[in-house]
Protein backbone atom coordinates (compact mmCIF):
# COMPACT_ATOMS: atom_id res chain seq x y z
CA UNK A 1 0.00 0.00 0.00
CA UNK A 2 1.14 3.35 -1.47
CA UNK A 3 1.33 6.29 0.88
CA UNK A 4 1.04 10.04 -0.54
CA UNK A 5 1.79 13.05 1.16
CA UNK A 6 -1.21 14.88 2.69
CA UNK A 7 -1.08 18.80 1.28
CA UNK A 8 -0.78 21.12 3.64
CA UNK A 9 -3.94 22.59 5.37
CA UNK A 10 -4.81 26.33 4.38
CA UNK A 11 -4.44 27.38 8.08
CA UNK A 12 -0.34 25.55 7.59
CA UNK A 13 -0.40 27.45 3.90
CA UNK A 14 -1.58 30.82 5.44
CA UNK A 15 1.25 30.75 8.08
CA UNK A 16 3.94 30.06 5.60
CA UNK A 17 2.87 32.85 3.52
CA UNK A 18 2.91 35.39 6.05
CA UNK A 19 5.77 33.95 7.54
CA UNK A 20 4.18 33.67 10.84
CA UNK A 21 6.02 31.31 13.20
CA UNK A 22 3.73 30.33 16.36
CA UNK A 23 6.29 30.71 19.42
CA UNK A 24 6.86 34.36 18.90
CA UNK A 25 4.85 37.29 20.45
CA UNK A 26 1.39 37.43 20.88
CA UNK A 27 -0.89 40.47 22.63
CA UNK A 28 -4.34 39.32 24.29
CA UNK A 29 -6.23 42.88 24.34
CA UNK A 30 -9.26 44.03 26.46
CA UNK A 31 -10.67 45.88 28.98
CA UNK A 32 -10.64 43.36 31.71
CA UNK A 33 -12.70 45.17 34.14
CA UNK A 34 -12.63 43.02 35.53
CA UNK A 35 -10.67 40.17 34.30
CA UNK A 36 -12.97 36.83 34.25
CA UNK A 37 -11.89 33.23 34.51
CA UNK A 38 -12.88 33.32 30.80
CA UNK A 39 -10.30 35.87 29.73
CA UNK A 40 -7.42 33.43 32.04
CA UNK A 41 -8.94 30.77 29.84
CA UNK A 42 -7.80 32.64 27.16
CA UNK A 43 -4.32 34.11 28.46
CA UNK A 44 -3.35 30.94 29.78
CA UNK A 45 -3.88 28.93 26.57
CA UNK A 46 -2.59 31.44 24.24
CA UNK A 47 0.37 32.03 26.77
CA UNK A 48 1.02 27.79 26.28
CA UNK A 49 1.00 28.70 22.15
CA UNK A 50 3.44 31.51 22.25
CA UNK A 51 6.53 32.60 23.65
CA UNK A 52 5.77 35.79 25.10
CA UNK A 53 2.48 37.30 25.75
CA UNK A 54 1.63 40.55 26.10
CA UNK A 55 -1.62 41.17 28.26
CA UNK A 56 -2.48 44.81 27.05
CA UNK A 57 -5.44 47.01 29.24
CA UNK A 58 -6.95 49.07 26.86
CA UNK A 59 -8.88 52.37 27.08
CA UNK A 60 -12.09 52.14 25.77
CA UNK A 61 -13.46 55.35 25.74
CA UNK A 62 -16.94 54.20 25.14
CA UNK A 63 -16.72 51.87 28.45
CA UNK A 64 -16.95 53.41 32.20
CA UNK A 65 -15.08 51.43 33.69
CA UNK A 66 -15.70 50.00 37.30
CA UNK A 67 -11.76 49.46 38.00
CA UNK A 68 -9.16 52.11 37.18
CA UNK A 69 -6.36 51.07 34.43
CA UNK A 70 -4.18 51.02 37.75
CA UNK A 71 -6.30 48.68 39.42
CA UNK A 72 -6.75 46.27 36.58
CA UNK A 73 -3.26 45.59 35.79
CA UNK A 74 -2.60 44.74 39.34
CA UNK A 75 -5.61 42.00 38.83
CA UNK A 76 -4.06 40.68 36.09
CA UNK A 77 -0.52 40.69 37.24
CA UNK A 78 -2.27 38.89 40.39
CA UNK A 79 -4.24 36.49 38.13
CA UNK A 80 -0.85 35.81 35.77
CA UNK A 81 1.82 35.40 38.10
CA UNK A 82 1.83 32.05 38.05
CA UNK A 83 2.88 32.22 34.24
CA UNK A 84 6.67 33.83 33.32
CA UNK A 85 5.66 34.85 29.69
CA UNK A 86 2.75 36.78 30.09
CA UNK A 87 3.69 40.55 30.62
CA UNK A 88 1.00 42.85 31.56
CA UNK A 89 0.43 46.39 29.84
CA UNK A 90 -1.62 49.21 29.08
CA UNK A 91 -2.23 51.38 26.23
CA UNK A 92 -4.22 54.19 24.85
CA UNK A 93 -4.81 53.97 20.46
CA UNK A 94 -5.02 51.61 17.84
CA UNK A 95 -4.53 47.69 19.05
CA UNK A 96 -1.95 47.54 15.77
CA UNK A 97 0.14 50.48 16.71
CA UNK A 98 0.57 48.55 19.98
CA UNK A 99 1.03 45.24 18.17
CA UNK A 100 3.79 46.45 16.21
CA UNK A 101 5.87 48.56 18.60
CA UNK A 102 6.12 45.29 20.84
CA UNK A 103 7.01 43.20 17.72
CA UNK A 104 3.78 41.36 18.03
CA UNK A 105 3.05 38.81 15.24
CA UNK A 106 -0.26 37.29 16.87
CA UNK A 107 -3.32 39.28 18.26
CA UNK A 108 -5.56 36.66 20.48
CA UNK A 109 -8.86 37.24 20.73
CA UNK A 110 -11.60 35.09 22.38
CA UNK A 111 -14.77 34.08 21.59
CA UNK A 112 -17.71 32.95 23.98
CA UNK A 113 -20.16 32.41 20.67
CA UNK A 114 -20.89 32.93 16.98
CA UNK A 115 -23.10 36.49 18.31
CA UNK A 116 -18.53 37.58 19.02
CA UNK A 117 -18.07 36.72 16.03
CA UNK A 118 -19.43 39.29 13.18
CA UNK A 119 -17.79 42.19 15.39
CA UNK A 120 -14.46 40.20 15.87
CA UNK A 121 -14.32 39.80 12.05
CA UNK A 122 -15.03 43.66 11.88
CA UNK A 123 -11.68 44.37 13.91
CA UNK A 124 -9.74 41.56 12.41
CA UNK A 125 -10.28 42.86 8.98
CA UNK A 126 -9.72 46.88 9.70
CA UNK A 127 -6.36 45.79 11.39
CA UNK A 128 -5.32 43.59 8.26
CA UNK A 129 -5.91 46.66 6.23
CA UNK A 130 -3.80 48.64 8.93
CA UNK A 131 -0.58 45.67 9.23
CA UNK A 132 -1.04 42.51 7.33
CA UNK A 133 1.83 40.92 8.51
CA UNK A 134 0.31 40.94 12.18
CA UNK A 135 -2.37 37.99 12.37
CA UNK A 136 -5.41 37.80 14.98
CA UNK A 137 -5.91 34.25 16.20
CA UNK A 138 -9.36 33.11 17.59
CA UNK A 139 -9.56 30.79 20.56
CA UNK A 140 -13.32 29.75 21.42
CA UNK A 141 -12.94 29.60 25.63
CA UNK A 142 -13.90 26.62 27.11
CA UNK A 143 -18.15 26.05 27.39
CA UNK A 144 -18.29 26.73 31.13
CA UNK A 145 -17.09 30.31 30.57
CA UNK A 146 -19.17 30.60 27.17
CA UNK A 147 -21.89 33.33 29.30
CA UNK A 148 -19.35 35.05 30.84
CA UNK A 149 -17.85 38.30 30.46
CA UNK A 150 -17.11 41.32 32.93
CA UNK A 151 -20.36 42.97 32.65
CA UNK A 152 -22.23 39.96 33.88
CA UNK A 153 -19.92 39.33 36.36
CA UNK A 154 -20.61 43.37 37.94
CA UNK A 155 -24.08 42.94 38.08
CA UNK A 156 -24.09 39.66 39.65
CA UNK A 157 -21.99 41.05 42.35
CA UNK A 158 -23.10 44.36 42.63
CA UNK A 159 -25.86 42.65 43.99
CA UNK A 160 -24.51 40.19 46.10
CA UNK A 161 -24.57 37.06 44.02
CA UNK A 162 -22.28 34.22 44.25
CA UNK A 163 -19.18 34.52 41.39
CA UNK A 164 -16.43 32.43 43.07
CA UNK A 165 -16.91 30.11 40.03
CA UNK A 166 -16.39 33.20 37.51
CA UNK A 167 -13.57 34.93 39.02
CA UNK A 168 -10.32 34.61 40.42
CA UNK A 169 -10.53 35.17 44.61
CA UNK A 170 -8.40 38.39 44.72
CA UNK A 171 -11.09 39.35 42.04
CA UNK A 172 -14.10 38.55 43.80
CA UNK A 173 -12.95 40.58 46.80
CA UNK A 174 -12.19 43.55 45.13
CA UNK A 175 -15.61 43.28 44.01
CA UNK A 176 -16.99 43.23 46.92
CA UNK A 177 -15.11 46.35 48.04
CA UNK A 178 -16.47 48.24 45.21
CA UNK A 179 -19.58 47.38 45.86
CA UNK A 180 -19.95 47.03 49.72
CA UNK A 181 -21.29 43.50 49.59
CA UNK A 182 -19.12 41.44 52.19
Known amino acids: ?19 IKLGKIAVVPGTFDPITNGHLDIINR ?11 VLNNSSK ?5 VEERMQLIIDATSHLPNVKVQTFSGLLIDYAESVNASAIIRGLR ?16 VL ?3 IETFFIMTKNQYSFLSSSIVKEVAKYGGKI ?3 VPSHVEKALKEKFNTY
Do not use: C, H, W
Not at 9 to 15: E, G
Not at 64 to 68: E, G, K
Not at 114 to 128: A, G, H, K, L, P
Open 131 to 133: NDK
Open 164 to 166: DEL
Open 64 to 68: SPLFS
Open 1 to 19: MRYTEVPSSPFIVALKKRR
Open 113 to 128: AVSDFEYEMQITSMNR
Open 46 to 56: GASIFSEVFVV
